[in-house]
């Protein structure tokens, strides 16, 4: 069965940072562009990262550059998503997706596969 699944979600303090993973199961992410979304509660989904299959190519949503870091190590088959700076409006539950020989030329997909996703929750 293929499987993502996001961790490293919680609570934190506005300016604070927190690292989200995603793990696939049941299949290699090696050929496959992930994205991150994030959806928070009364609003529509929205893109927030992607890399390309090779890692060479990263994009971020406005509101997040400067601040978030994509990244891959197909050794553990693990995708991350590096928040610094988090803000109250970060909050959200974020997604990781996974496109086979996807392309990451902008935020927002398509992607194919989904994990169930992780709580951030910014706040003192």
């Known amino acids: 069965q293929l499987q993502l699944v996001e961790s490293g979600g919680g609570l934190v303090q506005p300016g604070g940072s927190l690292r989200l993973s995603c793990a696939a199961s049941g299949f290699t992410l090696d050929y496959f562009a992930i994205g991150w979304f994030r959806q928070a509660p009364g609003k529509e989904r929205e893109g927030v990262s992607c890399?390309?299959?090779?890692?060479?190519?990263?994009h971020y949503a406005d509101s997040v550059k400067g601040r978030f870091t994509i990244s891959r190590d197909n050794a553990k088959n693990t995708v991350y998503l590096q928040m610094n700076s988090l803000k109250p409006e970060d909050t959200a539950v974020y997604f990781c997706?996974?496109?086979?020989?996807?392309?990451?030329?902008?935020?927002?997909?398509?992607?194919?596969?989904w994990g169930q996703g992780t709580q951030v929750t910014v706040s003192s």
């Open positions: 890399i390309s299959v090779s890692g060479g190519s990263t």
């Open positions: 997706a996974a496109q086979y020989l996807g392309v990451c030329i902008q935020v927002g997909g398509p992607y194919g596969y």
